[in-house]
């Protein structure tokens, strides 16, 4: 069982279209993670939040738009993606202490057709 | 920048049988953590194991361990015992100490489990 629960598990989506993943954690985490993974590659990482707060932004294309309403919740807000965009989105949250690892979710399949 | 290299993309073992995967990594940092992640095909990524820095000695989980070399800048994990459950993608990974910068990943080492 994964602690960090993302939906949808799979998401098909057209270029024009306007689409949300979300992410939620209960382990009091505040620390919260997007990372996109290609197949067969490790995952990269998008957007970072501490304390709710956008700490991180890795140059992602601003078609990807993060959001973190509350200290449990994540969104990633999709719109006019690409079809190269086609990947698996991960969410991870953590406690901020360095030592702490990331605790994954099994991660949104998304298709750009 | 930091930097993770993995240098073996495939890896097959017999079952029962011991195995290692290799890490190295580097970085300028005095204060960092590493991790061992593997990701079966259901893509769920499972901490299997993590080492500080500043620990001396080597991290051990049941049949999983590590073996650090701080100077070498070397990572690497032993599965004794290996298990058909065992099979999947293996992902070294550095966090650096202080905050919340996620986890920069290798490029990862398929096992294989040979029944």
């Known amino acids: 069982d994964t602690e960090v629960t993302q939906t949808p598990k799979h998401l098909v989506m057209g270029m024009t279209n306007k689409k949300s993943l979300k992410c939620e954690q209960h382990?009091?985490?505040?620390?919260m993670y997007w990372y996109k993974q290609k197949a067969k590659k490790p995952p990269e990482l998008m957007f970072v939040?501490?304390?709710?707060?956008?700490?991180i932004n890795e140059s992602v294309p601003s078609r990807f738009s993060p959001e973190c309403p509350n200290s449990s919740l994540l969104n990633l807000h999709l719109h006019a993606l690409q079809p190269e965009d086609s990947a698996l989105y991960l969410c991870?949250?953590?406690?901020?202490?360095?030592?702490?690892?990331?605790?994954f979710g099994n991660g949104t399949r998304l298709t750009v057709t | 920048a930091q930097t993770v290299t993995q240098s073996q993309p495939e890896m097959s073992v017999q079952e029962a049988e011991t195995v290692t995967l290799s890490c190295t990594y580097d970085?300028?940092?005095?204060?960092?953590?590493l991790f061992w992640y593997k990701q079966p095909p259901s893509r769920q990524m499972i901490l299997v194991i993590r080492?500080?820095?500043?620990?001396?000695q080597n991290a051990t989980e049941n049949r999983f361990s590590v073996n650090f070399q701080k100077a070498a800048k070397s990572f690497s994990l032993k599965i004794s015992d290996s298990q058909l459950g065992d099979a999947a993608m293996y992902f070294c990974?550095?966090?650096?100490?202080?905050?919340?910068?996620?986890?920069?990943f290798g490029k990862g080492t398929h096992l294989i489990i040979q029944p």
């Open positions: 080492q500080e820095a500043y620990k001396q």
């Open positions: 970085t300028s940092e005095s204060d960092y953590y």
């Open positions: 382990m009091g985490h505040r620390a």
């Open positions: 991870a949250s953590s406690l901020r202490e360095g030592n702490s690892p990331l605790h």
């Open positions: 939040y501490s304390y709710e707060k956008l700490s």
């Open positions: 990974a550095y966090k650096v100490g202080g905050g919340a910068d996620g986890l920069t």
